[in-house]
C-alpha cells in the first residue's frame, strides 16, 4: 500500500470498517475481455480471524456462470465519511474514507445449513436478527443461490480528518 499511514492493520478494526460499508463490488475474470463487475448486497464474518463473505442472487445469469467457471474473484467496498473543500477549489477537494479490498475464492454453497447460515449472515448486515431457519420463505430459498467467498488477502485503508 504506497500510504502506508492509512493503513488499517488490526483485522477487528478491518471488519468494523467492512461492516460499515453498505454493498460491494465484485470483480469477476471473464478471460481476455475486462473482468465483470457487480455491486452486491453482502454479509460477512470472521472465522477463525479470516474474512468470510456471502452473498445471493439468481439461480441463473451471468455473475452465476462466470463464477462456475472461474470461483478466483476481487471485491471492493468503500463509505465515503465526507466530502470538503481544504482549499481553492477545484484541487482544494478531498475526502474521508474507509475501503476495503481483497481477492479470494467463490463458492456456491450446496447444504441447506449453509446456505440458511450464509443468509442469516447477510441480513444480519442491514436488519437487526435473529432469523431462525423458518423465517426465510421456502419458494424465495427455491430461487436462491448463496454464495461464499473466502478472503486469501484483504486490505483496509482509512483517512478520517478532525
Excluded at 431462525?132 to 484483504?154: K, M, N, Q, Y
Amino acid at each position: 500500500m504506497r500510504k502506508s499511514e492509512r493503513e488499517v492493520t488490526k483485522i477487528e478494526e478491518k471488519f468494523e470498517a467492512l461492516l460499515r460499508c453498505g454493498y460491494m463490488t465484485l470483480a469477476i475474470p471473464r478471460g481476455e475481455d475486462a473482468p465483470y463487475l457487480v455491486p452486491l448486497n453482502f454479509g460477512a464474518e470472521l472465522a477463525e480471524e479470516k474474512l468470510v463473505l456471502y452473498f445471493h442472487c439468481a439461480r441463473e445469469g451471468t455473475k452465476l456462470s462466470l463464477l462456475r467457471h472461474c470461483p478466483a474473484v476481487s471485491f471492493s467496498a468503500s463509505n465515503l465519511l465526507r466530502v470538503f473543500n481544504k482549499g481553492t477549489a477545484p484541487c482544494g477537494y478531498t475526502t474521508d474514507y474507509e475501503s476495503v479490498c481483497g481477492s479470494g475464492r467463490a463458492c456456491v454453497l450446496a447444504g441447506e445449513a449453509e446456505r440458511l447460515h450464509g443468509l442469516r449472515v447477510l441480513m444480519a448486515h442491514y436488519a437487526p436478527g435473529p432469523f431462525p431457519d423458518g423465517s426465510f420463505d421456502a419458494r424465495a430459498l427455491s430461487l436462491t443461490e448463496v454464495v461464499r467467498i473466502e478472503a486469501e488477502e484483504w486490505t483496509c485503508k482509512r483517512l478520517v480528518r478532525p
